[in-house]
């Protein structure tokens, strides 16, 4: 099992930069696929961004491709997502999970990951 902490979520205006991290803890960080995603208020929640266990393949919405970037640093047990250009459609609760899985894969569903932190909030001002 793992334990998700996202940090870093804020309040930024309409062309700023926030860098969100999500820290792990219980099993070794290397054996999962990582994704990031967000929820407005009012909608369901949907896929950002995705990166498989070594951190040599990302996969990105169309909504946040060439804005937002993922990576991860196994030593540190940190998943990240580096925003930048944001909009104010970007506005939404974020949260990192986990998939326990023994391929080099990234997966898009929510319903393929089995963990999930507790969200963090960012805000974009026009």
């Known amino acids: 099992q793992v334990q998700l902490v996202e940090s870093g979520g804020g309040l930024v205006q309409t062309g700023g930069s926030l860098r969100l991290s999500c820290a792990a803890s219980?099993?070794?960080?290397?054996?999962?696929?990582m994704g990031w995603f967000r929820q407005a208020p009012g909608k369901e929640r949907d896929f950002v961004a995705a990166?498989?266990?070594?951190?040599?393949?990302?996969y990105y919405a169309d909504s946040v491709k060439g804005r937002f970037t993922i990576s991860r640093d196994n030593a540190k047990n940190t998943l990240y997502l580096q925003m930048n250009s944001l909009k104010p459609e970007d506005t939404a609760a974020y949260y990192c999970a986990a998939r326990l899985t023994a391929y080099s894969e990234y997966p898009r569903s929510s319903r393929s990951y089995n963990y999930w932190g507790q969200g963090t909030q960012v805000a974009v001002s026009s």
């Open positions: 219980g099993r070794t960080f290397s054996v999962y696929a």
């Open positions: 990166i498989n266990r070594s951190g040599t393949s990302t």
